[in-house]
Nanobody
Framework: QVQLVQSGGGLVQPGGSLRLSCAAS??????NHWGWHRQAPGKQREFV?????????KYADSVKGRFTVSRDNTKNTVYLQMNSLKDEDTAVYYC???????????WGQGTQVTVSL
């Protein structure tokens, strides 16, 4: 069993920055594919960014150029650096980690990001 523990998030003004972290508890299994998703009130959960075992990254069009996903394999941890935040980035952010690439993976507990004056 793998548990993902998220940290970071909070309240920030438009144009500000935040950094999210997500660490996998397992010392046995390494996360191959990491993903960040978010869910705004009244909306479905959506993909934000992903980083794969080969280092390739993908981003939703809405965050390209503003968000950066990175990973530290020695710590089994993924990060999401969010810059130039907008009101519409307000959501609960979830990390997802897959040991087996085509599996559903494991989810973090979620962390609130609120962008507001």
């Amino acid at each position: 069993q793998v548990q993902l523990v998220q940290s970071g998030g909070g309240l920030v003004q438009p144009g500000g920055s935040l950094r999210l972290s997500c660490a996998a508890s397992s010392r046995t299994f390494s996360i191959n594919h990491w993903g960040w998703h978010r869910q705004a009130p009244g909306k479905q959960r959506e993909f934000v960014a992903g980083i794969y075992v080969n280092g390739i990254t993908k981003y939703a069009d809405s965050v390209k150029g503003r968000f950066t996903v990175s990973r530290d394999n020695t710590k089994n941890t993924v990060y999401l650096q969010m810059n130039s935040l907008k009101d519409e980035d307000t959501a609960v952010y979830y990390c997802n980690g897959k040991v087996v690439p085509n599996s559903d993976g494991y989810w973090g507990q979620g962390t609130q990001v609120t962008v507001s004056l």
